[in-house]
């Protein structure tokens, strides 16, 4: 009964969808058509951009891996004065919507910004340290969460017996890492191969992917069945990437000798281990802070000096439009949607996650896993083009928007809740039911206050995901229910530097709305839960 809940959800809003948009793009009233599927293989231009979205996703893996290990092994093994507080921030930038990360580099790198003179400015450069800063954190959690808690002695043992530090590294603790690092660069070329708001603004005219194309297709040249046949590519290497993952995470399983983390971390006390952290603590604050402080900077810099103008200006740019919606309706709305797509996200992703540890069915864990593998834009498209029609039209609703945000925000849910629902002792349970109780009142008394802590991160951690959605919003928002994400995208658009720093002020407002849902979760976490 616990699994009809979210197999109903994503039947009605998942399969549903990915089927309507196979028979609309490949066989229209009913008689199949692969002439779009043959335009993506033979258009020299739609090769060239699948081309260019396996590439820039590779290139993104490959620098976000060389910059974020080293960070992962410094917050794994090292102990220093405000290391929790550094583990908090990290993570800050991953959640942060792609819309603002691309405002942030496009403060630091445009015309006017502190870097300008380095030309980087709508290149592929700006794409993929914009990467790197929106990915460092995967890598930190993924990696440096078993790091954390890999036996010392095998590294000090190795070195007893004559290796040097590097040799240690790659014979006694690499062999253990590897089943992480490949789960890490499999997330991040996923989030990377479907990266939309950081291409979109930064990339401008010159580069485009396979999730840009969709969008441009659709809401720009209404060529659904070419936008619907992008989809379907995009889909088969998203499910292989998925798969992938899949085994990476099964090898990642094996048995490893492995401490609590409290007793692996040390001071360093070396003059080059110290050096080493320093280092790396410098990198994190120019690369994950810089962006950041520059984007808060031009917010509070107009023309005429420091001030408060731009802040101001965001209630009368476009006032006389038909589009205008006052900035505060606009925050009200992100709020509101975020409360909305989190509720739905923890009942459904609730119910899957008791289902999921209850049953240990892995064919299930992997059906609700697959919206995470499902680009934002495709979502949107799917929405689209399959809600059109009764008995789900929703095209009309503004409630399609928290929908949309909590298919995206359900894995996360289940992520969480579910390892913690598995380390219930039966005996708990057991001894519940041998005293009277029954299975309602076992799930009331014995799971509900285990699990009541990990609920509250993952309401969290769905409440920073939503808040910050923007590539299916921006598909299926209506004019007047706008929300933060697209009110920055809308002010990017426009020419002139009022349009820009009202653009970079709103950017603020979410990103402060961001990370205080993310630094809320932290102080409530306990253990490893709400760890990726």
């Not at 921006?474 to 007047?480: K, Q, S």
Request: with cysteine; proline share 7%; hydrophobic share 55%.
């Amino acid at each position: 009964m616990l699994a009809a809940v979210p197999l109903a959800f994503l039947a009605v809003f998942f399969v549903y969808p990915v089927v309507s948009i196979v028979g609309r793009g490949l066989a229209p009233e009913w008689h199949l058509d692969l002439d779009p599927l043959g335009r993506v293989v033979t258009d020299p231009s739609l090769r060239h951009i699948a081309w260019f979205t396996l590439w820039q996703a590779a290139s993104s893996t490959v620098l976000t891996l060389a910059v974020a290990l080293p960070g992962a092994y410094v917050l794994a093994r090292c102990e220093f004065p405000g290391r929790r507080i550094v583990r908090a921030l990290v993570i800050v930038p991953f959640v942060l919507p792609t819309v603002v990360v691309g405002s942030a580099f496009a403060g630091l790198l445009g015309p006017g910004g502190p870097l300008a003179g380095l030309g980087l400015d709508q290149t592929l450069w700006a794409i993929l340290i914009a990467h790197v800063f929106f990915n460092y954190a995967v890598v930190v959690r993924t990696v440096g969460g078993l790091w954390a808690h890999l036996d010392p002695h095998q590294d000090e043992a190795a070195r007893m017996l004559g290796a040097n530090r590097w040799q240690a590294f790659r014979e006694a603790t690499l062999p253990a890492l590897r089943p992480a690092i490949g789960a890490a660069t499999a997330i991040v070329f996923l989030f990377t191969f479907t990266s939309f708001g950081v291409i979109l603004i930064l990339g401008g005219s010159r580069y485009s992917t396979l999730e840009t194309e969709i969008y441009r297709q659709t809401a720009q040249l209404l060529n659904l069945p070419l936008a619907a046949a992008l989809t379907m590519v995009q889909l088969v290497a998203i499910v292989a990437l998925l798969l992938v993952t899949g085994r990476i995470e099964g090898r990642r399983a094996g048995a490893l000798r492995l401490r609590a983390a409290e007793e692996t971390a040390r001071r360093p006390r070396a003059a080059g281990a110290r050096a080493f952290v320093a280092a790396n603590l410098v990198l994190m604050a120019v690369l994950l802070g810089g962006p950041l402080l520059v984007l808060m900077e031009r917010s509070f810099h107009p023309p005429g000096g420091y001030g408060l103008e731009f802040y101001r200006a965001l209630g009368d740019v476009h006032r006389g439009s038909t589009l205008f919606v006052p900035p505060v309706d606009a925050i009200a709305n992100s709020l509101r949607f975020a409360a909305v797509a989190t509720l739905i996200a923890i009942v459904v992703g609730g119910c899957g996650a008791f289902a999921l540890a209850s049953t240990k069915s892995r064919s299930l864990d992997t059906f609700i896993s697959l919206p995470l593998g499902v680009s934002a834009v495709t979502v949107g498209l799917r929405f689209l083009i399959a809600l059109d029609h009764a008995p789900f039209d929703l095209r009309a609703s503004p409630y399609l928007i928290p929908i949309a945000q909590a298919l995206v925000a359900i894995p996360f849910v289940v992520r969480t809740m579910t390892p913690i629902l598995r380390a219930i002792d039966p005996r708990l349970r057991e001894a519940a039911a041998t005293l009277g109780a029954s299975p309602t009142r076992v799930w009331r008394e014995v799971d509900l206050p285990i699990v009541a802590r990990a609920t509250l991160v993952a309401a969290g951690f769905a409440f920073a995901i939503s808040l910050g959605e923007f590539g299916a919003t921006l598909f299926i928002v209506r004019p007047d229910y706008p929300t933060l994400p697209v009110v920055v995208f809308r002010l990017l658009a426009q020419p002139g530097p009022l349009n820009f720093g009202g653009a970079m002020a709103a950017s603020v407002i979410l990103m402060t709305l961001t990370a205080v849902a993310i630094l809320t979760i932290d102080r409530v976490q306990v253990g490893s839960v709400g760890s990726f």
